[in-house]
């Protein structure tokens, strides 16, 4: 027996496990990398899969399953993706190679994407419109807790038990929230459910999947051929025209009084700025947290756990931020709030860069992340409430599917984008402080060290912890002031190529306040649709 009218807090409580588990395994992964290869014996390529294709996977379907939501019932369909999740977390954790556990990756991501939507929507049909405040806050701030809490939580896991923990510690949590899920979310369908748009389906996730293969893919590819004379870019621009045909569909559909897949009146005011800051948040945390990270482990020497722990403080202030967010909100609105936690957030990415230097201390890092929490945690929640409060309840799953999928978009974009920047960056910067450092050497070695480092600067060891290896055939007397000199060159060269890279964030999260300054409070529009039981 469903009991989700007198417990309402214990069917949400439910719904923000789901939620933490989908946002935890976007970025539990990283730390754990150097584990992961150890222990499948696994190539820094396969490695990478495992990441990419879970964000793939995750990202591709959302409009769709949002969609599904709305005609099958979000209980339904989240049901299913949390047992699809959970699963597929069992058989990550069990995994013996790396294509085994790329596939389950694979499939965990799709159940993500099923139980995603699904999370948001149910808001509004747990709790009436003048309490789903609180819900919303909680929400926004499972959202940005989870982000930064992941890689610490993977670190700590790594460090004590084993990488396969951080898939393993899902089946306990999975199976309790399907308890509970079972017990207690409602189990009501609208009475008119919407049409199938298959064409649409079809349309959009061909059109993401290309997109979002090419740009998070476009770096291993050295953004050349990925099959025969199919290029990245081809890849990319082929996701790009599918996009515009689901566009010009759904546009055709909804004029012929059709029931389309992504009814564009959604992107109408509010909405649509919404998700463009919401993109733009993506964008901006994801193209932080690369460089920095990479930072403290490569030039600061602080290992996997270290680096994790450093963050945590920012995961407490995003949390507390976003508790005071969700009681001030209201009263300041929405847009104020949104467009303060961007600026802060952008501030404290500009006193990080100013404070990187190769011989920075940890430790003084921390209150410049903490002020990043702050931002962080003050941007989630009323975001949230100010792109859902004017959806039509009978579109809630599909607004929900385009809310999500434009935060893993612009996190996609994100990565690719300071990757990109932050390769580039390296490659002139590196050869740079070689040249610079290079004074301190005996006139004879001087060419031969310039080249050497740069050579390394274009290879896997630019992210070795020790620095580039110093040049071959040298007297044993000279090596070690050589390596010496070699690790404080490279350690110059890679510290500025982080810093220039920092700048991408702040540029975006200007242009998501830009895109905050429409969230002006909406009349509420947002009528509950007529619902009626359903089996099953």
């Known amino acids: 027996m469903v009991r989700s009218d007198r417990n309402p807090w214990v069917a949400f409580a439910a ?61 339904r369909v989240l049901l299913a993706g949390l047992l699809i999740f959970t699963g597929a977390s069992l058989w990550c954790g069990l995994a013996g190679s790396p294509g085994t556990l790329i596939a389950a990756r694979a499939v965990q991501g799709l159940g993500a994407a099923a139980m995603t939507p699904q999370t948001l929507a149910f808001i509004s049909r747990l709790f009436p419109a003048d309490r789903r405040r609180g819900p919303i806050t909680i929400w926004g701030a499972v959202a940005g807790v989870a982000i930064i809490t992941g890689p610490v939580l993977g670190g700590l896991l790594v460090q004590r038990l084993s990488w396969r923990w951080i898939f393993l510690i899902n089946v306990p949590i999975g199976l309790a929230g399907l308890a509970i899920a079972l017990a207690f979310l409602p189990n009501r369908l609208p009475r008119q459910r919407p049409r199938f748009d298959v064409a649409g389906a079809l349309l959009a996730s061909a059109g993401l999947f290309a997109l979002v293969f090419g740009v998070q893919n476009g770096q291993h590819y050295h953004w050349g051929p990925v099959l025969g004379p199919i290029a990245v870019w081809h890849v990319i621009g082929f996701g790009l025209l599918l996009l515009a045909l689901f566009v010009w569909l759904q546009r055709r559909r909804q004029r012929a009084a059709t029931e389309p897949l992504l009814p564009l009146r959604l992107f109408a005011g509010v909405f649509g700025n919404a998700n463009l800051t919401h993109a733009a948040l993506g964008f901006a945390t994801t193209g932080m947290f ?66 990187a230097e190769p011989t920075t201390a940890p430790l003084a890092l921390v209150p410049g992340l903490v002020v990043a929490g702050i931002g962080i945690g003050c941007v989630y929640s009323p975001l949230t409430n100010a792109a859902m409060s004017a959806v039509p309840g009978e579109l809630v799953g599909a607004a929900s599917g385009v809310f999500n999928t434009s935060r893993q978009v612009g996190g996609v974009l994100g990565s690719a984008a300071s ?74 060269g890679f510290t500025n190529a982080a810093k220039a890279t920092l700048v991408l964030p702040v540029v975006v999260l200007i242009l998501g306040m830009i895109a905050a300054a429409g969230l002006r409070e909406p009349t509420p529009t947002h009528v509950q649709p007529e619902l009626h039981p359903a089996s099953g």
Not at 35 to 40: A, E, P, R, Y
Not at 466 to 490: H, K, M, Q, S, W
Request: proline residues 6%; charged residues 10%.
């Open 15 to 75: 719904l923000c496990a789901c939620f933490f588990m989908i946002m935890l395994d976007s970025t539990i992964v990283t730390v754990t990398i150097p584990s992961m290869l150890t222990g499948l014996r696994a190539n820094l390529n396969e490695i990478i899969w495992v990441n990419s294709v879970y964000l793939l996977a995750n990202t591709v379907p959302l409009l769709l399953t949002g969609r599904l939501g709305d005609r099958f019932g979000p209980r």
């Open 290 to 355: 690369l460089p920095l990270v990479i930072y403290l482990q490569t030039v600061l020497g602080l290992t996997a756990l270290q680096s994790s722990l450093l963050t945590a403080p920012m995961a407490v202030a995003a949390g507390l931020a976003a508790a005071l967010a969700g009681r001030r909100w209201d009263r300041l609105g929405a847009m104020h709030f949104v467009m303060f936690g961007l600026g802060t957030l952008a501030a404290a990415t500009i006193a990080l860069a100013w404070q």
């Open 419 to 492: 990757g990109l920047l932050l390769q580039v960056g390296i490659a002139v910067a590196v050869p740079d402080a070689a040249r610079e450092h290079a004074e301190r050497l005996p006139l004879q070695f001087r060419d031969q060290f310039v080249d050497e480092i740069t050579k390394a600067a274009n290879t896997a060891s630019q992210f070795s912890g020790t620095g580039p290896a110093a040049p071959p055939d040298l007297p044993p007397n000279v090596v070690e002031f050589l390596r010496t000199v070699a690790t404080d060159a490279f350690h110059l």
